[in-house]
């Protein structure tokens, strides 16, 4: 049973109780012995990933809820050069800018938009996700526009292999408008282009309309789409009980 499902480390210790993703088909989360088992293994939350992109019956009545459209963009050849240039955040603690464009990168975020999820969880899981960036852990790059202390935005862009990958991405919410997200997107491309990459990939919401529009806009295409669905174990919320 344990492999039907796997621990998530990192979303465990953001959130304080244990979060797991599903590994088996999503069909089997309807026996009755599920439940039992992810509650006896000590799992809160799990994570349930399916090809489908709108809400499934089965998985309704298995008490799991849709809370994602996720779309994965990706684009070929990539731009040399930026339309402006973009700065290096400094290596080590973000500070209160590069935070709160974090915090702007995951309003339409699924932790964001469960409303089981709380505010606390949200803002823990994308702190980490900013500080471990800046601290080049797992981003190889943090790239802002404006200045270092009062950033107007950024973006965070890792290489894995053949293929570049934007992480985190945003602009501040009165610096929109402008074009600075386009500008962004193609300082990550250069970035990837300069070390010898000529594809980038990145993952948003179906529910974020501009950041598709904005990829769109920047040449990239929809290369597959899952339905993203939160299973919450017990009763009540799990940092209630």
């Not at 190889?140 to 965070?156: F, H, K, R, Y």
Request: include cysteine; charge should be neutral; hydrophobic fraction near 45%.
């Amino acid at each position: 049973m344990a492999a039907l499902f796997e621990e998530l480390p990192w979303d465990t210790a953001c959130f304080g109780f244990k979060v797991a993703v599903w590994k088996g088909p999503p069909t089997a989360l309807g026996g009755a012995s599920i439940p039992s088992a992810l509650r006896a293994a000590g799992v809160r939350l799990l994570y349930v990933f399916t090809e489908a992109t709108g809400p499934d019956v089965e998985l309704k009545t298995a008490g799991a809820v849709w809370v994602d459209d996720k779309v994965l963009f990706a684009k070929a050849g990539l731009a040399e050069r930026p339309p402006w240039e973009a700065l290096p955040a400094p290596v080590g603690d973000p500070g209160e800018g590069l935070r709160s464009l974090a915090f702007e990168s995951g309003r339409h975020s699924r932790f964001r938009t469960d409303p089981r999820m709380p505010e606390a969880c949200f803002r823990a899981l994308y702190e980490a996700w900013i500080v471990r960036s800046c601290r080049r852990e797992i981003a190889d790059e943090v790239l802002i526009s404006g200045p270092v202390a009062d950033p107007e935005g950024m973006v965070t862009v890792q290489a894995e292999q053949a293929v570049a990958r934007i992480g985190l991405i945003a602009v501040r919410p009165d610096a929109q408008g402008r074009g600075l997200g386009r500008g962004l997107v193609f300082a990550a491309e250069a970035w990837a282009k300069a070390r010898g990459l000529d594809r980038m990939e990145v993952a948003t919401q179906g529910a974020n309309v501009a950041a598709c529009a904005l990829y769109a806009r920047c040449g990239y295409e929809v290369v597959r789409r899952q339905g993203v669905y939160h299973l919450w174990i017990d009763s009540e919320a799990p940092w209630q009980t």
